[in-house]
């Protein structure tokens, strides 16, 4: 399993950015998908999670500017970041939901100016 997120970056506050994972050794439609964010000293929060049917939920702080979505035949897991916050600060990955790891494969820095 190897899970590899990119897209991160130096933005200013109100700006987007596209995040992607990608993913190997399994099939993102076979799991629900998550995007969390690691801000510093923290541990890791869920922001944005997609079910096996496509169902999305967001952390009540992202709702309305973050959106999760996948490409199967790419398998790959996307997030749109929009009016970013300065809170939104963060290493971001993306992981399978409702399973025991501890491994998180690479993290992609979003860091937002205010």
């Known amino acids: 399993v190897q899970l590899q997120a990119c897209g991160g970056g130096l933005v200013q506050a109100g700006e987007s950015l596209r995040l992607s994972c990608a993913a190997s050794?399994?099939?993102?439609?076979?799991?629900?998908m998550g995007w969390y964010c690691q801000a510093p000293e923290k541990q890791h929060e869920l922001v944005a999670h997609?079910?096996?049917?496509?169902?999305?939920n967001y952390a009540d702080s992202v709702k309305g500017r973050f959106t999760i979505s996948r490409d199967n035949a790419k398998n790959t897991v996307y997030l749109q970041m929009s009016s970013l916050k300065a809170e939104d600060t963060g290493i971001y990955y993306c992981n399978r939901l409702y399973i025991r790891t501890n491994y998180w494969g690479k993290g992609t820095q979003v860091t937002v100016s205010s």
């Open positions: 997609i079910s096996t049917t496509g169902t999305t």
């Open positions: 050794g399994f099939g993102v439609s076979t799991y629900h």
